[in-house]
């Protein structure tokens, strides 16, 4: 069965001091690792798509990689507008256009001013 | 926005009753999917729909069944419900049934 495990569960910044969220993940064959922002009470918000080994991608203060075995979200002079639960998940590579995403529990951030 | 509507966004109700819960896709999008989030738990799948029919199915109880339609909007149908039940409810859609998707705001169910 396909598992994502992100950490920490929660983690706190001074505004202006960059960290790295981690999500490990197992699944048999990866088709794609998606990472969400999430709102208390709002619907996860799209950030990023990973597709393979060593890919990179960035948003504002925020770059996603992708290793053969976990994510990182790395973000840069965070501000206080980017506290929220971050949420990393896993889709395998299924024929048959089957889809099961599989999400983590979530890394709740804030960002202190 | 997101460009996916739920509704409705806030709905109580009592145990054992039915509820019903509506979700219209982005436009173009035929991939319809449905979660629970609970306050201890992660986002669990439930269901997904492409272009009107049944692809996968999660941790869906028997009392809960969902549909999409021909228009691609899709209900989620809760029935005999429990306090247990009480949750955030997404709808999220995609272009395919392999790409990233698109959530709403939800809808938050209380069952007293």
């Known amino acids: 069965e396909d598992q994502v495990t992100q950490s920490p569960e929660a983690l706190r910044l001074q505004e202006g001091e960059s960290s790295s969220l981690n999500c490990s993940y197992t699944?048999?064959?990866?088709?794609?690792l998606f990472w969400y922002r999430q709102d208390p009470g709002k619907g996860p918000e799209f950030l990023f798509t990973?597709?393979?080994a060593g890919e990179e991608k960035e948003k504002e203060r925020l770059k996603a990689t992708l290793t053969k075995k976990e994510s990182f979200l790395h973000i840069t002079a965070p501000k206080p507008e980017d506290s929220a639960t971050y949420l990393c998940?896993?889709?395998?590579?299924?024929?048959?256009?089957?889809?099961?995403?599989?999400f983590g529990t979530g890394t709740k951030l804030q960002v202190i001013p | 926005d997101s460009g996916v509507t739920q509704t409705p966004k806030h709905l109580i109700t009592a145990t054992g009753q039915r509820v019903t819960l509506r979700c219209s896709p982005r436009?173009?999008?035929?991939?319809v999917y449905w979660y629970q989030q609970s306050l201890d738990q992660g986002l669990q799948f439930l269901i997904q729909?492409?272009?009107?029919?049944?692809?996968a199915k999660g941790n869906i109880l028997e009392r809960f069944s969902a549909q999409q339609f021909p228009d691609l909007h899709s209900e989620l149908n809760l029935s005999s419900l429990e306090l247990g039940d009480s949750a955030l409810y997404f709808c999220?859609?995609?272009?395919?049934?392999?790409?990233?998707?698109?959530f709403g705001q939800g809808t938050r169910l209380t069952v007293v």
């Open positions: 999220a859609s995609s272009v395919g049934a392999r790409t990233e998707a698109f």
């Open positions: 699944v048999s064959g990866l088709r794609g």
């Open positions: 990973l597709y393979s």
């Open positions: 998940a896993v889709q395998p590579n299924l024929s048959g256009g089957y889809q099961k995403v599989t």
């Open positions: 436009s173009g999008d035929l991939s």
């Open positions: 729909y492409y272009n009107g029919e049944e692809r």
